[in-house]
């Protein structure tokens, strides 16, 4: 597993009536292979999942990968840490699903034709057989966050930063892609409202008003989260 390190990691952002902190000063080691990030919509879980890979950067301290500073580094720690969005639509940008993934794998196949053959065999092992050639626009919700999965997975990350990938899905497939994450091999740090999701993994952190207030075993930390929510 990689090391994630917040070394006092806080981000300010301008407003009419002076700087806010949306995440105050912020000390974290992550370094399981599942971690949770839970709490009320505004807490700030989003902006701590957003500095790992240079979304966000930090206005004060700094974030680092292992040896890698996220704001320092980006182009590097975005090959190594990939990144799902709670709406797919802000990362599907190819008319069809096969090409969606080939662009993905520009780095990894050169030629064109690989790129595709390479893809249809991605959209396979993430049970879109046959997709390759269906508008992205043509998919549903669940099978649209597959393939957001599936082109981020392509590249094949060390970590994934999952932020509310069940969110805008119904039950089945809220399932459904909670079961994909869980069984991935790469590090996963997950922001969710799910709370049994997020009870699977191994640790989770609680933030309310840009502070983590909990952070221990996952199953404590939902249960402190529901005591106090």
Do not use: W
């Not at 301290?61 to 182009?75: C, E, N, P, Q, Y």
């Not at 990939?82 to 993934?101: C, H, I, K, N």
């Not at 970590?159 to 909670?178: F, H, K, M, Q, Y």
């Amino acid at each position: 597993m990689s090391t994630i390190r917040l070394e006092a990691a806080g981000v300010r952002v301008p407003t009419a009536a002076g700087a806010r902190a949306v995440l105050h000063p912020t000390t974290l080691e992550l370094t399981e292979h599942r971690v949770a990030l839970i709490g009320g919509n505004g807490s700030g879980k989003s902006t701590i999942a957003r500095l790992l890979n240079g979304l966000v950067t930090p206005t004060s301290g700094r974030v680092l990968l292992d040896d890698l500073d996220v704001a320092r580094d980006g182009a590097a720690v975005r090959r190594r840490v990939g990144f799902v969005f709670t709406d797919p639509s802000a990362q599907l940008v190819m008319p069809t699903a096969g090409e969606d993934v080939a662009l993905s794998l520009r780095r990894h196949h050169k030629d064109k034709r690989e790129r595709l053959a390479a893809a249809e065999k991605v959209l396979a092992d993430f049970g879109l057989d046959g997709f390759g050639d269906r508008s992205v626009h043509g998919l549903s919700g669940g099978e649209r966050q597959l393939l957001a999965l599936a082109g981020v997975l392509a590249t094949e990350p060390d970590v994934l930063v999952a932020d509310e990938p069940t969110t805008l899905l119904d039950l089945a497939n809220s399932r459904r892609i909670g079961d994909l994450l869980m069984s991935l091999p790469q590090q996963l740090v997950l922001v969710t409202h799910d709370l049994e999701l997020a009870a699977r993994c191994e640790r989770a952190l609680v933030v309310s008003d840009g502070r983590v207030v909990h952070d221990g075993p996952a199953a404590e930390a939902v249960e402190h989260y529901r005591a106090t929510a």
